[in-house]
T-cell receptor
Framework: NAGVTQTPKFQVLKTGQSMTLQCAQDMNHEYMSWYRQDPGMGLRLIHYSVGAGITDQGEVPNGYNVSRSTTEDFPLRLLSAAPSQTSVYFC?????????????FGSGTRLTVV | TQLLEQSPQFLSIQEGENLTVYCNSSSVFSSLQWYRQEPGEGPVLLVTVVTGGEVKKLKRLTFQFGDARKDSSLHITAAQTGDTGLYLCGSQGGSEKLVFGKGTKLTVNP
């Protein structure tokens, strides 16, 4: 089992460029989320999904789009990158059964916007 | 949105010492999760607590959930250098939105 796979691991963008951060999980988990982590800020929820075709906003959704066309994939799109989006991005997933089931996180994508 | 306060923000101790870190909420938790994150990696789940007053043990780590389900603590006995990391608490507050505190950065010195 690969778990949660994020690509790329590192990315440098110029202001105004667009890109998609990929996230895939092979555990048949219904729930998936995207977080960003900045120094001193902990993990902040960007968007989440409770199943294919269903997405919702988290704490800091502005500047990001998501879609969930399959159970396995949950890409995060930056339409016009800004320096404020420089961060480490984590994707996570969990099954929908059992309140005690925590999230499995990917190893992150480190994004720099110059 | 549920706010989670973690304290202390930073903690540096010697190997063999005991420590406790705290997670407090402005509202009742439906469940509370503790994660540990090492540099360059994603967080890894340590435990989930659901019932008020619940105590769970994971080797040298003891997790407590307050009776009112608004606070939780993590106690480490005889800390080891391998315990170094960022400890995060997260809560769902009744929805699927899992929100986190800012974390406690623990350094255990040899």
């Amino acid at each position: 089992n690969a778990g949660v796979t994020q690509t790329p691991k590192f990315q440098v963008l110029k202001t105004g460029q667009s890109m998609t951060l990929q996230c895939a999980q092979d555990m048949n988990h219904e729930y998936m989320s995207w977080y960003r982590q900045d120094p001193g800020m902990g993990l902040r929820l960007i968007h989440y999904s409770v199943g294919a075709g269903i997405t919702d906003q988290g704490e800091v959704p502005n500047g990001y789009n998501v879609s969930r066309s399959t159970t396995e994939d949950f890409p995060l799109r930056l339409l016009s990158a800004a320096p404020s989006q420089t961060s480490v991005y984590f994707c996570a997933s969990r099954p929908n059964r059992g309140l005690s089931r925590g999230y499995t996180f990917g190893s992150g994508t480190r994004l720099t916007v110059v | 949105t549920q706010l989670l306060e973690q304290s202390p923000q930073f903690l540096s101790i010697q190997e063999g010492e005991n420590l406790t870190v705290y997670c407090n909420s402005s509202s009742v938790f439906s469940s509370l999760q503790w994660y540990r994150q090492e540099p360059g990696e994603g967080p890894v789940l340590l435990v989930t607590v659901v019932t008020g007053g619940e105590v769970k043990k994971l080797k040298r780590l003891t997790f407590q959930f307050g009776d009112a389900r608004k606070d939780s603590s993590l106690h480490i006995t005889a800390a080891q250098t391998g315990d170094t990391g960022l400890y995060l608490c997260g809560s769902q507050g009744g929805s699927e939105k899992l929100v986190f505190g800012k974390g406690t950065k623990l350094t255990v010195n040899p």
